[in-house]
């Protein structure tokens, strides 16, 4: 997989308009400002591939970014207060309208912010993924901003913070030390490899 080689492909603001799986997808979920653009562009090795806002809630559409045959889908940022309830309830049904149609989603990367708690939304979601039973990760984002002690303080919370914790893979990410991008670049090679060569291997 060349990560050199990525491409902004298409964007959708309803379900409706999503077009059909082609291939494998990694989906990218979290709150708004989490920095899921961010990791993006990060994996990439680009600046402007993913647009970064500093405008929590900017985000309104599903966003599609092809890499030779896997496609990763930045999914619209959840839980801005300020946000509309007919926008809530349209990037809601665009999410689930996503994660519950016939699609290859390899695995939905699962962004928390590890300065904070994980919050009531955050849950939410973890709970859905675990509910649906598909695959996810959970990404500890924004990891430079805290220090050691600071760091530590969090890991040891978040046992008592997300049911099953000690079960669910964790990947720490910084975009300014780049921790993480090739624990993440290395997993999604790994769960996206052609389904018919993994039979052939077997």
Not at 8 to 36: D, H, M, W, Y
């Amino acid at each position: 997989m060349n990560w050199n080689q990525a491409e902004f492909e298409s964007s959708f603001g309803t379900a409706k308009q999503l077009r059909p799986c082609n291939g494998a997808e990694i989906a990218f979920a979290g709150r708004s400002n989490v920095g899921k653009s961010t990791l993006i562009n990060k994996l990439f090795n680009r600046k402007n591939l993913a647009r970064v806002s500093s405008v929590p809630g900017k985000t309104a559409t599903i966003n599609f970014y092809r890499c030779g045959d896997v496609t990763l889908v930045d999914l619209p940022g959840y839980g801005y207060a300020k946000t509309a309830k007919s926008e809530l309830h349209r990037w809601r049904d665009l999410i689930n309208g996503y994660l519950q149609a016939e699609r290859d989603v390899r695995a939905v990367f699962q962004l928390v912010d590890m300065r904070h708690a994980p919050t009531k939304d955050d849950l939410q979601m973890i709970d859905f993924l675990m509910d649906t039973e598909m695959p996810f990760v959970l990404v500890l984002t924004k990891a430079d901003k805290l220090n050691k002690t600071e760091r530590e303080k969090r890991l040891a919370a978040l046992p008592t913070e997300i049911p099953q914790f000690e079960d669910i893979t964790t990947i720490i990410f910084s975009s300014m030390t780049g921790e993480g991008v090739e624990e993440l670049r290395a997993l999604t090679e790994e769960i996206t490899v052609p389904i018919e060569d993994d039979e052939a291997d077997a």
